[in-house]
């Protein structure tokens, strides 16, 4: 059976900042989220609930005899304490339920690894419950199919993408920016980031000189002549340059260190997670390159090499070398905010040069 996984968002904030987060989940591709019906009947949204109630669109069943309503889904919640409960889990799917929504205490990964085992022939989904992102990157791995989709409770839209990163479905809208400045500044610190991941052609990381505009710096999976591949590694930029991080935040180059975790993108935008093994500053010549979308201007500072590559809107990689005014390469642009230890700060002010 083919398995869509789903992060199902369980709001946990008031009802005014349900009026925010809603759209803001939307958003982020989200579909489905745990809430009673009545809290969201007046709100405008496409968001489908999962509740213990005719009116959600995943009824989760509190009793037995209930009749299955055409375009509904029904399932049932379980505790999981020993192998017996997922004996029961079993015979009730067996039944007919379209989905388990599975509660397991101090024991997490076994029982959910017994659980996938025993229903990975039955058409059910196995919904399981996550109190971090790292648990809900967690359920999605075990066995590595993992669980159908997992209930998140939370009201930070910042750990919904973070999230989401670890389930593979965060995407960043990239764009084609045109070169318009290159220029040598001499001698800098550069960062090299290895990451614990090899790395495929078109992968790369986010940098650049301003949090609102980062360029697409490929890895070194390509070798040469003179060079070895290396596609676990980033030459990524200078000290100071920006790059995301999975919960949205930004962080300086300068701040990756072992254990870190890094976005790694796609030329098509596709984020996924990557954990530092290596953080490693040289002093290097450096580039300065400028490019613009729009009225917006950013730029980044890199080392002067051959085996540092921009992604062009082709698809085709470009090393910095022979880059020329007027080349189209893809960066992460939008409008400017402020940020505050990496957090973005939507309503201040920044102007960045």
Known sequence: MSRTRELIVSPNGSQTQLGKFLPQ?????IKLIYIDPKKISLKKTKLETVYPSA???YIVLEKEGVVKLKGKKIGKKFQVLSNLDIDDILKEAQKG???VIVEVKDWKIIPLENIIAKLHKVNTKIFAIAKTPEEVRKMFSILEVGVDGVIFSTSSINEVREALVYLGTRSFELKPAKIIEIKEVGEGERVCV?????????????????????????????????????PFRVNAGAVHCYTLSPDGTTNYLSEVETGSEVLIINSKGKARRAIVGRSKIERRPMLMIKASVGEEIGGIIAQDAETIRLVKSNGQLVSVTHLKKGDMVMVHAKSATGRHFGMEVSDEYILEK
Do not use: P, W, Y
């Open 25 to 29: 989940l939307e958003e982020e591709g």
């Open 55 to 57: 009116a959600a669109k």
């Open 97 to 99: 339920l379209d989905f």
């Open 194 to 230: 290895d990451t614990a991941s090899m790395l495929q052609r078109g992968e790369g990381m986010l940098i650049g000189n301003r949090s609102n505009f980062l360029f697409l710096v490929h890895n070194e999976s390509i070798g040469s002549s003179f060079t070895s591949a290396r």
